[in-house]
């Protein structure tokens, strides 16, 4: 069983930084690729960001590409998305999601790809 909890949103000016957190509790962490995805107010979840199970390859939404970077950490079992150059229209909840893989590779998900997700963490950039 993977159980999913997100952490470090916030209130942040436009141009600031902030880094979210995904910590698993479950086992089996290396065997799922990783995914950020958010939702706005009256919008579908879109995917953010996407990384393989052993990290070596990583895939960007086009509207944060350049500006936000995911990683991992195996060991610790966690995720994170370092969020640069913040805009207000990255404001939404952000979701952290799981995908079994059988090969270290990721891609763009559907939000019907993922296994599991987290509750979500809010994350406004104000003007």
């Known amino acids: 069983q993977v159980q999913l909890v997100e952490s470090g949103g916030g209130l942040v000016q436009a141009g600031g930084s902030l880094r979210l957190s995904c910590a698993n509790s479950g086992r089996a962490f290396s065997n799922y690729a990783m995914g950020w995805f958010r939702q706005s107010p009256g919008k579908a979840r879109e995917f953010v960001a996407a990384?393989?199970?052993?990290?070596?390859?990583?895939q960007y939404a086009d509207t944060v590409k350049g500006r936000f970077t995911i990683s991992r950490d195996n060991a610790k079992n966690a995720v994170y998305l370092q969020m640069n150059s913040l805009k207000p229209e990255d404001t939404a909840v952000y979701y952290c999601?799981?995908?079994?893989?059988?090969?270290?590779?990721?891609?763009?998900?559907?939000?019907?790809?993922?296994?599991?997700w987290g509750q979500g963490t809010q994350v406004t950039v104000s003007s």
């Open positions: 990384i393989s199970r052993s990290g070596a390859n990583t």
């Open positions: 999601a799981a995908k079994l893989e059988l090969a270290d590779r990721t891609m763009a998900y559907r939000t019907s790809e993922l296994n599991y």
